[in-house]
């Protein structure tokens, strides 16, 4: 086993020992039909586990849960109890920490410190978020000028906010703790029951905190949490007649299957996809600081995060300042396993992740741009590639046009100082999900913030995520925001009711 020779916590490894089902309606059942799917150590390549991935009857019953739960004792709670129950999942979170943290590293590959802050800081919060709007969730008074049947007579006007129903929540692999959490807190809190499809290849997380959700009290059938092949059982679940939305995180091009497959019930989507965000420096930026910033922008998870910072755009003034102190900075970053504590680029998903990220190292090469740091595949075994700068590269490379989902900064050298020509430039890309300007010009950094089509652009800072900030994709990025109080809208539905009195 991959994971002998790392110290694990007892919890770990009898959870590891034991068989990894699907829940639907609170218990773990064994597949009908569907697929045994191996889970892998990215860190050595071997083997870790096993489990069951779904087949499509399967997420058939899973679905059924589902709705069953919908009208059940969970349409009875109070959204007071709703929010208790949120609170009980996050402590349960805090309670097994170090497991939900081992899992994480053994399975994905981050580094520990990703994983204690993403999946057990940011997700019990994000839970504990949620939690608190379960009781703030209101509808709407609204005088009317023209009351129903008689215009003379007096009527009253409100708005129900009312679950949206059985969500289907499809989420991939770069974070599985904090992902889950990001589809649990919103439908939760609405009060929608769901079918949560995890990345086949880091299930592991995803059903442990399953388990929590079970020990937390949520009645049979609300939280239904399956893994599967996403041409099967995402499939299946996006295409399912009795889901009412779809919530996915993934690629843009799965991102436009769901569209499609949403069609037949005309489902709700939600879609938080690719990016390819710039990192803008303008001549007159703190440049250590920018350094230090564009560093964990453009590598922070390998570059395996949809925000990732993979653009950067430096001003011809302080361009070969900057380049020397982010190759010396680079060159530093320390990669290895996620259990080693000075590691900071940990590996690759997957062989084939890794295949990829190579080739967009080769087709930068080929086209031109200069490989200044990094650009080799590293380790005696594992997924490992090393940091990677490009520089030197010019609009129309792939390297700078597609995201790459792996370590690989592309950096660009601009000239002129008119900001709808740095706008423009920043924003020559299909994705607009975040981007960031530095600058200590406060006049500078408002301008351009207007300027850049993303969904979050941050100053002196990339990509900031709190659980009360909304977050979400312009342009092929996607549809929606998460986070936050607008978070919550693509779990609710308005109804009117109007009253003749
Ligand atoms: P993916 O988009 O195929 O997988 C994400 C999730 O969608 C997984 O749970 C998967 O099982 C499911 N899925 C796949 N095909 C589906 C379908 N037809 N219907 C419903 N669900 C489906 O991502 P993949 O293939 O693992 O990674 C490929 C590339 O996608 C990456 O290199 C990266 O560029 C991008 N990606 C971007 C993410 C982001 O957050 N921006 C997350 C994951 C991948
Ligand atoms: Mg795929």
Request: aromatic share 6%.
């Amino acid at each position: 086993m991959a994971a002998a020779s790392i110290h694990l916590n007892a919890g770990t490894k009898r959870f590891l020992d034991e068989p990894h089902r699907l829940l639907i309606n609170n218990e773990w059942v064994a597949t009908d039909g569907g697929d045994t799917i191996a889970v892998n150590d990215p860190a050595t390549g071997l083997q870790i586990a096993e489990h069951e991935g779904a087949s499509e009857a399967d997420v058939d019953r899973a679905v059924a849960a589902a709705r069953a739960a919908l009208t059940g004792p969970w349409s009875k709670l109070s959204p007071a109890d709703r929010g208790k129950l949120l609170w009980k999942l996050a402590d349960l979170m805090d309670q097994n920490a170090a497991t939900i943290c081992e899992l994480e590293v053994l399975n994905n590959g981050m580094p520990m410190i990703a994983a204690q802050l993403g999946s057990t800081v940011f997700a019990p919060d994000y839970l504990r978020y949620c939690a608190g709007w379960a009781t703030k969730i209101l509808g709407d008074t609204i005088p009317t000028s023209r009351p129903p049947m008689d215009p003379d007579g007096e009527s009253l006007v409100y708005t129900l906010k009312e679950p949206i129903g059985v969500v289907g929540a499809i989420i991939p692999w770069n974070h599985p703790g904090s992902m889950m959490a990001l589809k649990l807190g919103p439908a939760l809190a609405t009060g929608c029951t769901l079918v949560l499809k995890v990345a086949e290849l880091t299930p592991l997380t995803n059903f442990f905190m399953a388990r929590l959700a079970v020990e937390a009290g949520f009645p049979p059938g609300v939280i239904n949490v399956i893994s599967g092949y996403g041409e099967r059982a995402g499939a299946a679940l996006a295409n399912h007649p009795d889901v009412d939305k779809i919530a996915f995180t993934g690629s843009t091009a799965v991102g436009k299957e769901i569209i499609k497959a949403s069609a037949g019930n005309l489902k709700r989507v939600s879609l938080e996809l690719g990016g390819k965000s710039p990192v803008v420096v303008m001549p007159d930026a703190n440049i250590d600081k920018a350094v230090a910033g564009a560093i964990p922008a453009a590598f922070f998870l390998s570059g395996q995060n949809c925000m990732a910072g993979t653009r950067l755009f430096l001003h011809a003034r302080i361009h070969d300042e900057f380049i020397d102190k982010l190759s010396a900075g680079v060159g530093m970053l320390k990669v290895g396993s996620g259990f080693d504590p000075e590691a900071f680029i940990g590996p690759l998903i997957s062989e084939r992740q890794r295949q990829r990220v190579l080739g967009y190292i080769d087709a930068a090469r080929a086209e031109g741009a200069d490989i200044i740091v990094g650009g080799q595949a590293t380790g005696e075994r594992g997924y490992f590639v090393q940091p990677t700068v490009a520089a030197n590269t010019t609009r129309d490379m792939q390297v700078v046009r597609e995201e790459v989902f792996g370590p690989v900064l592309s950096v660009r050298r601009f000239e002129t100082e008119d900001l709808d020509a740095i706008a423009a430039e920043a924003n020559d890309t299909i994705y607009g999900l975040s981007g960031s300007v530095w600058t200590q010009n406060i006049s500078t950094a408002h301008r351009l913030v207007k300027r850049i089509d993303a969904g979050q652009v941050s100053i002196n800072c990339h990509a900031a995520i709190d659980p009360a900030t909304p977050f979400g994709g312009n342009k092929q990025s996607g549809w929606g925001r998460e986070f936050g109080k607008e978070g919550l809208q693509p779990y609710l539905k308005t109804k009117a009711v109007s009253i003749m009195l």
